[in-house]
Structure formats: C-alpha cells, structure tokens
C-alpha cells in the first residue's frame, strides 16, 4: 500500500513539475539576473532574452531576440499581438509590420496612423516604370499617395503620385492653419492639372492657372499668338474711313474688335488677344499718320504753287501799278 501511494506521489509531482514555470529575478539596478533565457520551437523558431554585459549585448547586440529559418514571411511572424482574438499587431519574419492602432515617433498621443513629432527623411523608392516599384496598378481605387523618385524615368525629380479619393476633383492642396484654429486655403493642384492660388475655387473657369491676387515676374512670354496683324501692312488692306470711325466711338466709346469696359469687368482681358489687338490698332494708327503725312504734304505742295502764282499775280499788279501811274502822270502834265 505504501508503495502504491508512493507511486501516486511521483506521478503527481511528475504532473505538477511539467507545468512549472520560471521565474525571471533581476538585481537592485534591474537587470536581469539571468544572463540569457531561450525558448525554442520544433519548427525551427526561436526567442531569447539576454542581459547586457560589459559595453556590449549578448547575442548579437540585442536584448530581444526572435530568430526563424522559415523564410516564408507571410506566414511566420516574430511576433503577434492579439486582444480578444483581433490582431492588434505584428512583426513577419520577412521584415514587414502591421499595427492596427496609432504609431507615435517622437510623441506618446500619436493623433493618426503615423504621427512624427521631429524631422522626416524619405528616401530610395525608384519609381520609374520598368522598375520593381514602377507597376502602380494598385493604386487604383485606393485613396492612397505615393513618394518616390525618377517617375520620368531619367529626370530624378521627386514624385508624388495620388489616387484621386471621393469627390470630383481630386490632386493637392496646401493649407495654412494658424493659432486661433483658422484655416485657409493657399494652393491646389487639381487632379485635371489646372493650379488655383488663393481663394479660386469655383472661378478657375477652364484657365490652367488661377491667381486670386497680384502676381509680379521679372519677363512674360505668351506664345502661339495666331494671325498676328502684320497683315495690316499689306497694299490691299482696308483702314476704316476716320468718318466711320468717328461715329463708331461716338456710339460705342471704344475702339472697334477691343472689348467695352463692362466685358473686361465681367470676363477680363487675354493678354495674348489683347496684345494682338493693342499690336493691330498701333499698325492702323500708323498708316493713318502716313495717310495724314501724305495728304499734308500734297497740300503743302498746292500751297506752295498756289503762293508762287499770288507772288506773280502781284509782281504783274505792281508793274501795272507803276505803268498806270506813269500814264496818270503824263496826263496831268498836259
């Protein structure tokens, strides 16, 4: 009987010492008293803990250590945080992560997926299109933005790539939020390329740039400019009679084809239009001042004629003057 229950007792101890636990101590600076602990899996999987010792780690300069030679990342994972049966994070073994929640860096109140409190540096991700990141096919539907480099496939500019997300305009825009919570708009790069700055929305009409403010530029050029006027000197062009033009402003009070002062205020002025236009009415003007030249000087030519036959109409006038009083002369002394 006392073997019987000796045996009982082996057994139960057996039992009770298979589920036992270790308990890690640590020393009055809090290090562990335990130089390294491993666990490791009949699957190859392995994780330890170490202490430091001395200037350096124990292996391999990490305290935390989780080494696999599964190579299969999308199904073996260095850790895997759950609560309540959801996964809340992890890391695979093939380098990628997932957090489900906010990740903070610089900052404990992280206020979205990815908050840095401190600079950023971006680098790497070659996007030109025959490259491993060039095929950006799932960008579609996804309301996602993309940075990277060399889109151009030589230009090595830095890109941003966008997938427009609900609403109809899609591309960039750029705010200024200041300390009283106010907020305004600067820039937007709609997704169709036009580019508003300031307040534009809604008055960008179909113009590829929109300004609400003055803008200064050291040159402006405005290029393919059709039909320039230099057909205005051509022999067979047709000024309008100064007459005609004359009631022409008197009813209209602009130059005939320039826009009246309500059209400007209302639909403004194309600079190229105008110039072309400014650059017309100079040409006309022009061949009216020669017309004017020529006429003034035909007159001047008549009157020049003109003068010279007075000057000999009066020159005949005196003779006869003198002749007549020679005669009256005569006349008296007989």
Same mark, same amino acid.
Do not use: C
């Given at each position: 009987?006392?073997? #019987?229950?000796?045996?009982? %007792? ?20 809090? $290090? ?36 696999? =030679?599964?190579? /299969? ?42 908050? $840095? ?56 825009? #750029? ?14 790069? %709609? ?28 040159? #402006?050029?405005?290029?393919? $400019? ?6 205005? #000197?051509?022999? /067979? ?29 209302? =639909? ?6 105008? =110039? ?12 009216? %001042? ?6 003034? /000087? ?32 005569? %006349?008296?002394?007989?």
């Amino acid at each position: 009987m006392k073997l #019987f229950y000796l045996a009982l %007792l082996l057994i139960v101890f057996s039992a009770f010492n298979s589920f036992s636990q270790t308990t890690l101590t640590e020393d009055a600076n809090g $290090v562990l008293n335990t130089a390294r602990v491993v666990t490791e899996t009949s699957g190859g999987q392995s994780f330890y803990i170490g202490h430091q010792l001395g200037p350096t780690y124990s292996e391999g300069l990490a305290i935390f250590s989780a080494l696999t =030679d599964n190579a /299969n990342g999308t199904l073996n994972y260095f850790y895997d945080g759950q609560t309540n049966g959801v996964k809340t994070f992890g890391v695979r073994a093939d380098g990628q992560g997932y957090f489900a929640g906010n990740v903070g860096i610089g900052t404990t109140i992280p206020k979205a997926n990815l908050h $840095v409190f401190g600079t950023t540096i971006i680098g790497g991700g070659n996007l030109d299109p025959t490259s491993t990141l060039g095929n950006t096919n799932y960008m579609a539907n996804s309301g996602q933005m993309l940075v990277g480099w060399n889109r151009t496939e030589g230009g090595g500019e830095t890109d941003f790539i966008s997938n427009q997300g609900a609403g109809g305009s899609g591309g960039f825009a #750029f705010y200024n939020h200041d300390n009283a919570n106010n907020e305004t708009q600067l820039m937007w790069i %709609l997704g169709n390329g036009q580019v508003m700055i300031g307040n534009t929305q809604g008055k960008q009409g179909n113009y590829l740039l929109a300004v609400a403010g003055s803008a200064v530029a050291t040159s #402006f050029t405005v290029k393919a $400019v059709a039909n320039w006027p230099d057909y205005v #000197f051509e022999k /067979n062009y047709q000024l309008i009679p100064l007459s005609d033009l004359k009631s022409y402003l008197e009813t209209n009070h602009h130059l005939p084809e320039l826009a009246s002062a309500d059209q400007v205020a209302k =639909d403004g002025l194309n600079l190229g239009d105008i =110039d072309k236009l400014l650059t017309k009415k100079v040409e006309e003007l022009t061949l009216y %001042l020669i017309d004017k030249d020529k006429q003034l /000087n035909d007159e001047k030519y008549i009157a020049n004629k003109q003068q010279i036959q007075i000057d000999k109409q009066q020159q005949q006038i005196d003779q006869l003057k003198k002749q007549l009083t020679i005669v009256i002369n005569t %006349l008296n002394q007989k």
